[in-house]
C-alpha cells in the first residue's frame, strides 16, 4: 500500500502540474506549484558546499533546512544537465521539474510509513489503509500536490513518527524524530511542549535536548556565516499579501507586509499552556487530541492563511474522533468543506464568521477533551482493546 499511495502521489503532482492546472487556470506551460522553487534553489548552495549561505538563496526561504540539503542531489543533476529553474523568472517549460518532481513526490511515501506504524500503535491496524488514505487526501494533496511544500509533508511524518514513539514509551527516539520534524519545518515546534509534558519527569530535559539538536545543528552554521539573511529568514520571516490567501481578523492592513514572529509566538506560547495542562497524562486518545488542538490553532495565530495549514491538525483530529466516537466522518469532511472554502474570497470580517464554525466543528470535540482532561470513547471496535488496555 505504501509503494502504491506513492507512486499515486506521483502521478497526481505531475499530472496537476503539467496538465491539469495549466488547464484550469488558461496557462501554456506546465504549472509546478510556485511555493516549491525556493527549497530547490537552497538545495543548490547545499550542493555547492554553502550551506552556511543558504538563506541568501531567496527572500522566499525561511524554513529550516533539512529539505534543502535532501534536494541538493537533484540540484547537482539539474546543474550538470544545464536543466532550466522557473526562477527568477517564470518560463513555459521549467525542464528541472521533470527531475525534482518526481523525487520530492516520492520523498511523500514516509508519511504513508508513519501513518501504517501510528494506526497499528493506536489500535486502528485492522484499518491503517484507510488512515494511509485519509493522510493522502488531508495532508499530502495539499501540502505537497497542490502546494508543493515537500517540508511540511515530510515534518508531519516526523511528528507523526514520534507519536508513535511516544505511545510506545520510548522517550529519547521520540524526541530526535520531533527534532527532525522542526529540521523540516519550524510549525513542529508547537508539539515539543506536549512531548516534553507527558514524558516521565527524569526524562523532560533530556527529551527537550534531544529535540533541539538536529535543527540546531542545521542552523547553526548559517546563524554563524550569514547573521544577518538567516535570522531574517529564521526569526523575523515576512508574510506577503497573496490574492488566493485569507488575513488574520487582527491583521490592521492585511494589504501589508508583516512579519509573522509574533503571531507564532503566540501559538507556541498556547502550546505551552496546553503542554502544562496535560501534563503528566498519558490516555492515547487525549494526547491525540492535544495535538489536534495545537496544531489547529495555527489557523488563529498565523497572519495569513491558505488551507494547507489543515493538514496537521486534521491528521490527529480524525484519530482522536475515530478512537472517542467509532466514527470517521466528522473530520474529513468538514475539513475538506473548510479546504473548499478557502476559495471563497471576502473580506475578513466576512468570511471569518463561516471559518470559525468549521474550526468549532473540526476542534470542538478535541478540545472538550482536552479540557476536562478525559476522554468518553463510545462505541469502537477499533478503539475499545486500546482503551482497555
Known sequence: MILWLTLLTIALGMVASLWLVPLVVGYHGWYAPQDAWPSLLAGQYVASGAIGFVYSSSIFYVVTPLLAVILAPVSLIGDHFN????????????TVWLVYGPYALALCGAIFWTARKLAFEIGLGARAAVVQWGTLVMAVIPMAVLYGHFEDVLALACVMLAATLLF????????????????FKQWALMGLPLLVAVAPKEQRVAAAVRSLVVPALLVALPLIRDWHNATQALFEAKSYPHSFEHSALWLRHPGQIVVGTPGRSVALAFSLFVAWWMRDRDEVPLILAAFGVVFLSRLLFEPRLLFYY???GLTFLWLHERLTSGHWWRVPVAGCLF????NVHLQP???WPAAF???????WPAARDVIRRGTRPESSADAEPLLAA
Open 83 to 94: 536543466l532550466t529553474y522557473n526562477w527568477p523568472y517564470q518560463i513555459p517549460h521549467p
Open 168 to 183: 510506545q514509551e520510548r522517550w529519547p527516539q521520540a524526541a530526535l524524530a520531533l527534532g527532525f520534524a522542526i529540521a
Open 310 to 312: 489543515l493538514g496537521p
Open 339 to 342: 479546504m473548499a472554502y478557502f
Open 349 to 351: 470580517v466576512l468570511w
Open 357 to 363: 464554525v468549521f474550526i468549532a466543528i473540526l476542534g
